[in-house]
């Protein structure tokens, strides 16, 4: 995609959960409104949608796509899982939690890219010492569908390996 393009996907990538201070609860319409309050002089009407709609789209029951930048941005959002995204140092607090149990598990994520074969793909080492792959799927599931309407708009089919395993 053009450079531009690009920017504009890493500013939405990059601001698209900002609203969560407010509430978890809409944070994704919270976070477009308030987009648009901080920076509307600094984009084109053009631009502002459309990061606008990035940002109001990513966590939306019904997704639909009306953009590239969007479906990137969903992409990223919600293929990201991994060890580093824990931030709390007891180990007690991260077991307790199904989110932070599946994240602290997950050593390697990479998303690659095969323009060729038209696939991207989700490629996961995950410990299962620390936790079973059914909780993975427990908690994941939905966003492996969000990243197949996603990849599916780019013109793209979604794979999932997790473990050296072939799941979708
Ligand atoms: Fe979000």
Not at 51 to 63: G, S
Request: glycine letters at 4%.
């Amino acid at each position: 995609m053009p450079k531009r393009s690009q920017e504009l996907v890493s500013i939405a990538g990059f601001t698209h959960d900002f609203a969560n201070f407010l509430s978890r609860t809409y944070h994704n319409y919270l976070g477009a409104l308030i987009f648009q309050q901080l920076f509307a002089n600094d984009f084109s009407p053009r631009e502002l949608a459309i990061i606008m709609q990035a940002i109001a789209n990513h966590d939306k029951y019904e997704m639909k796509f009306s953009n590239s930048v969007s479906a990137i941005v969903v992409l990223a959002d919600k293929s990201d899982v991994h060890r580093s995204r824990v931030t709390i140092k007891d180990m007690k607090k991260i077991k307790a939690d199904i989110h932070g149990r599946v994240n602290y598990a997950t050593k390697s994520s990479r998303l690659g890219i095969n323009k060729r074969s038209k696939r991207i793909t989700l490629s996961l080492k995950i410990d299962t010492n620390f936790v079973p792959l059914m909780e993975y799927f427990e908690i994941f599931t939905g966003r492996m569908v969000y990243c197949r309407k996603a990849a599916s708009y780019l013109g793209y089919k979604f794979g999932l390996v997790v473990n050296s395993i072939k799941l979708l």
